[in-house]
């Protein structure tokens, strides 16, 4: 299957393309024709999946198609809800991405962060709304938005939301939400209070369920080190200094992949390089280059900016 299968607006295409996608993921191949139709999906699907392709881009292909609402005050059309606001940040980062040949404003809210500006861009209008649950229904609560017309709403990460204790906010929200909607509901897990929450937010889903693209290899043999979060890189340099070649050393943050390289080459005198999505090209190729080489035998990566990479040799 191709992303041409779909028949998305081009500029959907185009910018499908910029992004370097060349096949669809199998979350993708199943949800977004469903999405098109304006179906309510319930994918069972873990980050790294590409499920937030699937629910964005035929939400772009829906506003897209319509005429560009008049500038000015607008509420969203789409709101989304995510547990934290690393997952609404980088949401909001992918609906610009692919809705960057259409003229759509798009605006991300989550808690710790002053709520002027939030306020200011909310009250500027927008079509397509991130939103953290509890900074949202203080915006709510304050007037400052508007659920009433939203026509598209995506629940991601349901099962987080659980464990963070914002059901009962998710479903004060999702009472202000039009019923006539399409609803898109992702969820790693499917526990009872999921169950639930899903089937009342739900009409008569397709359900697309999918194993992380990202298995380990047989050839991979897998252990687990239980450290305390001041003391893992400590714990590293013993385990870096016996290894006997290349190391790839994933962190969950880009951050935390500056600090280890940090620590490691100032500290520990062991020649180490980052990668991820805020080192340049330039400097990422470098990096790569060095670490193929073997002069840099140890390479800080966040998760998402080395997922497919394939060298060989690490040990
Ligand atoms: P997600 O599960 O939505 O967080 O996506 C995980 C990663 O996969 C992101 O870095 C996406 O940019 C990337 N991705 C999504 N769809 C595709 C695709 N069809 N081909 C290659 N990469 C993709």
Known sequence: MRFTDFHLLPALEQAVSEQGYEKPTPIQARAIVPGLEGRDVLGIAQTGTGKTAAFALPILDRLGREQPQPSGR??????????????????????RDYGRHLHLKSCVVFGGVGQKPQEDEIRRGIDILVACPGRLLDLMNQGIVDLGSVEHLVLDEADRMLD?????????IVAKVPRERQTMFFSATMPEEINRLASDMLRDPVTVQVTPVATAAETVEQYVIHVAREAKVNQLEPLLKDANGRVLIFTRTKHGADRVVRKLTR???IEAAAIHGDKSQGARTKALEGFRAGTTPVLVASDIAARGLDIDEIL
Request: hydrophobic content about 45%; glycine content about 8%; charged content about 25%.
């Open 267 to 269: 500290g520990a005198g």
């Open 74 to 95: 607008r509420h969203p059309r789409v709101l989304v809800l995510a547990p934290t606001r690393e997952l609404a940040a980088q949401i909001v980062e992918s609906f």
């Open 164 to 172: 963070m204790g914002f059901l009962p906010d998710i479903r004060r």
